[in-house]
C-alpha cells in the first residue's frame, strides 16, 4: 500500500492543512511526523513558554489523530536524518510539508529534497498553509518583494483565497513506525505563570469565540490597552493551530469594520513573511541601515536590565515588561511603545530586544518579531523611520483612566485614574511610598541623543 510522510512543522494542526490533505488524496496510509530538532532549538527557538505551548500542541494534534484512528508520530534529531528514517521504515514515496520563510527553514528544505532525491523519494512543499496569502505570490514590478506595507495590501487583498479544508475523517498510520514520547507541559520549567493554552482544539474555541465577541468592537478598541480587547490568536498562528485562510474568510464572512481591521492585521503577517523570505539576513541584519552607532557599555547593560524588568520608571512601559514576563505575551500597543523606548528613547540595538522578545514570547515568530522591531528602529520598512514614542502621552491615550498600569505595577497600585502615567508629579511623600522607581532617562534627553545620533538635530 502507498505510504506517504506529512512532516508537521509550524503548522498543528488536521484543519485546513493543504499538505495533509495532498498525502491522503493519493489514498494509503500516512505518517504524520514532527521531530523535535535540536538546531530549531538552537537557533533561539528554546525559549520554555513556547516549548510549554508547543507540548500543548503536540498532544492535541495526537489526541485528535487518535479520534481518527491515526495517532502522531514524534521523532528526535536532526530533521532531514529524521524524515529519511522514516521515509525507509515505511517504504515512503513521498513526503508533504508546508512551505516557511526563514534562511533555518530555506536551508533544511534544500537538504531535505537533496536526500529524499538521493533515495529516489520526492518532497513536495505546499504553500498558504502559515499565510493567507504566499510569500513572493504578489510582487511589485522591480522587485522580488514588497518593501511597504500599504501598496502590498492593496494587491494582497485584491487575490482569491483559496477554499477551505475540513480536517480528515480518518487517517491509518503505518503500525510498525515508532515513536518517542510525546512531551508534556508540566516538564518545562521557567514558563510564565499566566502561560495561555496551545493545541488546535484551543485555537479554534478561540477563533470562533473571538468572532463571536470581540470582532465587531476590534477596530475602535484594538489599541486599548487596559481592555485586552485584541484577538490573542498569534500563538496560534505561529504554531499554526489555526489556519490563516480560515481565520480570514470566516472574519470575512463575519463582515464590518472590525473584520477588515483584523483582516488588515493578518495581511501584516504575511507582509512581514514575504520580506523575510526574500531577504532571511533581515532576522539579523538591518534592512534598511541609517549606520546606527548604537550605545554600548555599561551604563547601557543597566538601563537594558532596568527595561527587562519593567524598572524604567515610565508606567506604561514597565506596565507592558512585566505583562510579558508574567503572560509570555504583550498587546501590540505596549510592543511598540517598550521597543520605541528601548531603540530610541535609550538608543539600543533592535537586536537586544528582539532577542529578549524571542526569549519570553509564546507568539515569538522570526518574521514578526524581527521585522516589527525593525519598523519600531527605524531599519525597516517604515516609512516614517524616525518617528519617537513618548511613553507619557502614549499611556494617557491608550490607557486614559490608568487601568493597564495599575494590572501590572502594583506599586503604583493605589495612584488613581490617569495620574498613575506621571508619578513624578505625586505629592513628595505620596511618592516615596509607592516605592516606585524614578525614570532612568529624561524624555528630552533621549530625543536630543536619538536626533543627533541620526543626524536630525
Ligand atoms: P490581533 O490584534 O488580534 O491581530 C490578529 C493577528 O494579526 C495577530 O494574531 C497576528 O498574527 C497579526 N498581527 C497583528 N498585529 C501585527 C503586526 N503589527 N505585525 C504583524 N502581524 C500582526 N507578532 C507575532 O506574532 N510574533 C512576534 O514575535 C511579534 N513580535 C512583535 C514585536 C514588536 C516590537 C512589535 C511592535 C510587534 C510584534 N508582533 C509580533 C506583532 C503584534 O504585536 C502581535 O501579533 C499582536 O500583538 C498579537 O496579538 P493578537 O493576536 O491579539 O493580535
Redesign the pocket.
Known amino acids: 500500500m502507498r505510504t506517504s510522510i506529512v512532516l508537521f512543522t509550524c503548522d498543528l494542526r488536521l484543519s485546513d492543512h493543504p499538505p495533509l490533505r495532498a498525502a491522503l488524496d493519493g489514498g494509503g496510509r500516512v505518517v504524520p511526523l514532527f521531530v523535535r530538532d535540536p538546531a530549531v532549538d538552537a537557533a533561539c527557538f528554546a525559549a520554555p513558554n513556547r516549548r510549554a505551548f508547543l507540548a500543548d500542541c503536540l498532544r492535541d494534534l495526537d489526541a485528535r489523530l487518535r479520534e481518527r484512528g491515526g495517532r502522531l508520530v514524534l521523532r528526535e534529531g536532526d530533521t532531514v536524518t529524521q524524515v529519511c528514517r522514516v521515509a525507509a521504515e515505511t517504504d515512503t514515496d513521498e513526503v508533504h510539508m508546508a512551505d516557511d520563510v526563514s534562511a533555518f527553514a530555506h536551508a533544511r528544505e534544500r537538504r531535505l529534497r537533496r536526500a529524499l532525491e538521493a533515495a529516489g523519494r520526492r518532497l513536495y512543499v505546499h504553500d498558504t498553509v502559515s499565510t493567507a496569502v504566499a510569500p513572493g505570490s504578489v510582487t511589485p514590478a522591480a522587485s522580488d518583494h514588497f518593501a511597504v506595507f500599504t501598496p502590498y495590501f492593496r494587491r494582497w487583498s485584491e487575490q482569491g483565497l483559496r477554499d477551505v479544508w475540513e480536517a480528515p475523517r480518518a487517517i491509518t498510520v503505518p503500525e510498525e513506525v515508532g515513536s518517542v514520547m510525546l512531551p508534556e507541559r508540566g516538564q518545562v520549567s521557567e514558563t510564565s505563570p499566566g502561560l495561555c493554552r496551545g493545541g488546535e482544539t484551543e485555537g479554534r474555541r478561540r477563533l470562533t469565540a473571538w468572532l463571536r465577541s470581540g470582532l465587531d468592537s476590534?477596530e475602535e478598541r484594538?489599541d486599548d490597552l487596559a481592555g485586552d480587547a485584541?484577538?490573542?490568536?498569534?500563538p496560534h498562528?505561529?504554531f499554526g493551530t489555526l489556519s490563516p485562510v480560515e481565520a480570514v474568510r470566516r472574519a470575512r464572512r463575519a463582515g464590518g469594520p472590525g473584520a477588515d481591521a483584523?483582516v488588515r492585521?493578518?495581511a501584516?503577517?504575511d507582509?512581514?513573511r514575504q520580506v523575510l523570505a526574500a531577504r532571511p539576513d533581515a532576522a539579523a541584519r538591518d534592512y534598511r541601515t541609517h549606520g546606527d552607532n548604537w550605545r554600548v557599555g555599561k551604563s547601557v547593560e543597566a538601563d537594558v536590565e532596568a527595561w527587562r524588568e519593567g524598572l524604567t520608571g515610565y508606567p506604561v512601559v514597565d506596565a507592558a515588561m512585566r505583562q510579558l514576563r508574567h503572560e509570555g505575551?504583550?498587546?501590540?500597543r505596549g510592543?511598540?511603545l517598550v521597543?520605541s523606548f528601548l531603540t530610541k528613547t535609550l538608543y539600543v540595538d533592535w537586536r537586544v530586544?528582539?532577542r529578549h522578545?524571542?526569549d519570553l514570547?509564546v507568539?515569538?515568530?522570526l518574521a514578526?518579531?524581527q521585522l516589527?522591531?525593525q519598523?519600531?528602529a527605524g531599519t525597516g520598512t517604515d516609512t516614517r523611520p524616525n518617528r519617537v514614542f513618548n511613553p507619557v502621552t502614549q499611556g494617557k491615550r491608550y490607557d486614559p483612566d490608568g487601568d493597564y498600569v495599575r494590572r501590572w505595577v502594583e506599586e503604583l497600585a493605589c495612584v488613581q485614574g490617569g495620574a498613575v502615567h506621571e508619578p513624578w508629579k505625586l505629592p513628595a511623600q505620596e511618592r516615596s511610598k509607592t516605592g516606585y522607581p524614578e525614570p532612568i532617562v529624561s524624555l528630552a534627553e533621549g530625543l536630543e541623543r536619538f536626533k543627533r545620533a541620526r543626524g536630525r538635530s
Open positions: 476590534y484594538h485584541t484577538s490573542k490568536l498569534s498562528l505561529h483584523f492585521q493578518i501584516w503577517r507582509f512581514n505575551w504583550m498587546h501590540n510592543r511598540l521597543a530586544g528582539a522578545f524571542l514570547l507568539d515569538g515568530d514578526n518579531n516589527n522591531w519598523w519600531m
